[in-house]
Nanobody, 124 residues
Framework: QVQLVESGGGSVQAGDSLRLSCAASVRTLTAYGMAWFRQAPGNDRDFVAAISWNGDKTFYADSVKGRFTITRDNAKKMVYLQMNTLEPEDTAVYYC?????????????????WGQGTQVTVSS
């Protein structure tokens, strides 16, 4: 069982930066690929970024490439999403997720564990 708790969301202006954090309660985080998804009102929960168990592989949605960076600290059981040059279109609830697919994947259906989400609001 994996419990995930996100933090770091907030309200910012376009062009600002935020760093989201995800704290995992788990015996060992290295057994899991990790990812961030986001969901805007009326939309599906969309993939944002994913990272393999040791951080050597990362995956990004085209809409965030070059602006967002996903990292992890297995010793601290933490996953981060650094978000730069934020745009109003980035406004959403951001969810941290864990999958037994340790190599990492963009597929939402294989993520078994989810956090409660943290709101990010970007105003123009």
């Amino acid at each position: 069982q994996v419990q995930l708790v996100e933090s770091g969301g907030g309200s910012v202006q376009a062009g600002d930066s935020l760093r989201l954090s995800c704290a995992a309660s788990v015996r060992t985080l290295t057994a899991y690929g990790m990812a961030w998804f986001r969901q805007a009102p009326g939309n599906d929960r969309d993939f944002v970024a994913a990272i393999s168990w040791n951080g050597d592989k990362t995956f990004y949605a085209d809409s965030v490439k070059g602006r967002f960076t996903i990292t992890r600290d297995n010793a601290k059981k933490m996953v981060y999403l650094q978000m730069n040059t934020l745009e109003p279109e980035d406004t959403a609830v951001y969810y941290c997720a864990a999958t037994p697919v340790a190599a990492g994947t963009t597929r939402r259906d294989v993520y078994r564990y989810w956090g409660q989400g943290t709101q990010v609001t970007v105003s123009s």
